[in-house]
């Protein structure tokens, strides 16, 4: 029975092991059994589900994951944590704990060898400064996943989801939005962690995107739109692609690409919707094929 979501337990297992938190990796561990079984409903995980986890932490949430999925793989960077998590998790047999930065892990070889290379369900607390280049490796590293459930700092969590316009919308929200749907499943405060962090989180669910909801002759010229435009905010879309360095056109040129959209030469990259971002790639990718 999952035991770890009640703060007591939490504490006896820190001291037992005379655990120390380390700042360099962000833990915070929750302590809320409702939070966690929130988590699990919006992962909407079954019996049939493989399920990797990021960050188990002490193997709070793992034990969760453990009771409702049919097996888990949970990735731990920190060594110190690995013999609490053979402890706590000793009463299951459908979990297995890698020791290994998850940004070097082959998911797509792990989805393959325990899921059939079906579509996986990924589920993680993840610390704040690492979230975007996690979420952004899952899903341009193209492994098969279904969804993504995860706990993020609030803002983060807000940044996702938001359209043109706003002050949180930019690189990170297109990205999300150009491979999944994202929706915050519930806001946590700061008293339901151990340490309690600064600010507040959010569990939010990146449900994958069967193809993306627009075309694009070239992901990665798209990508490169995309952050030339919100790479110096302040400047106009003209002004920050030109800057940026990345494409062969000159800056009347791409000047004209704009144009050709049919937006204002001095518009903003954050007033761009995610189907203007990518017409104005391929209009980029065909003038570059012109020019070669």
Same mark, same amino acid.
């Given at each position: 029975m999952a035991s770890l979501g009640n703060s007591k337990n939490t504490i006896e297992v820190l001291q037992k092991y005379h655990f120390n938190f380390q700042k360099k990796f962000g833990q915070n561990f929750l302590i809320n059994p409702g939070v966690l079984e929130e988590i699990i409903d919006a992962a909407n995980i079954t019996k049939d589900d493989f399920v990797l986890e990021i960050g188990p932490g002490i193997g709070t949430m793992t034990q969760y994951l453990c009771e409702a999925a049919r097996e888990v793989v949970a990735v731990e960077i920190d060594t110190n944590l690995i013999p609490i998590l053979s402890d706590t998790l000793s009463a299951y047999n459908n979990v297995e704990v890698l020791n290994e930065d998850i940004l070097k892990v082959d998911i797509c070889k792990l989805a393959k060898e325990r899921n059939g290379g079906n579509p996986i369900k990924v589920v993680a607390n993840l610390p704040y400064y690492i979230t975007t280049p996690i979420i952004m490796g899952l899903f341009e590293s193209h492994v098969p996943i279904d969804s993504i459930t995860i706990m993020v700092q609030k803002e983060v969590a807000d940044r996702m989801q938001v359209g043109p316009g706003t002050k949180d919308y930019g690189a990170l929200s297109l990205a999300v939005q150009y491979y999944a749907k994202p929706e915050i499943v519930v806001n946590v405060p700061p008293s339901c962690f151990m340490p309690q962090?600064?600010? @507040?989180? /959010?569990?939010?669910?990146?449900?994958?995107?069967? #193809?993306?909801?627009?075309?694009?002759?070239? +992901?990665? %010229?798209?990508?490169?739109?995309?952050?030339?435009?919100?790479?110096?905010?302040?400047?106009?879309?003209?002004? @920050?692609? /030109?800057?940026?360095?990345?494409?062969?056109?000159? #800056?009347?040129?791409?000047?004209?690409?704009? +144009?050709? %959209?049919?937006?204002?030469?001095?518009?903003r990259g954050e007033a761009l919707t995610l189907s203007q971002f990518a017409e104005l790639s391929n209009i980029i990718f065909n003038s570059s094929a012109m020019h070669n």
């Open positions: 962090p600064k600010v @507040g989180s /959010a569990v939010i669910r990146l449900t994958r995107h069967e #193809k993306p909801p627009v075309e694009v002759q070239s +992901e990665k %010229l798209l990508f490169q739109v995309i952050r030339a435009s919100f790479n110096q905010r302040r400047k106009t879309l003209a002004n @920050g692609l /030109a800057n940026y360095g990345a494409f062969s056109l000159t #800056k009347e040129e791409l000047a004209a690409c704009i +144009e050709e %959209l049919g937006v204002p030469a001095n518009v």
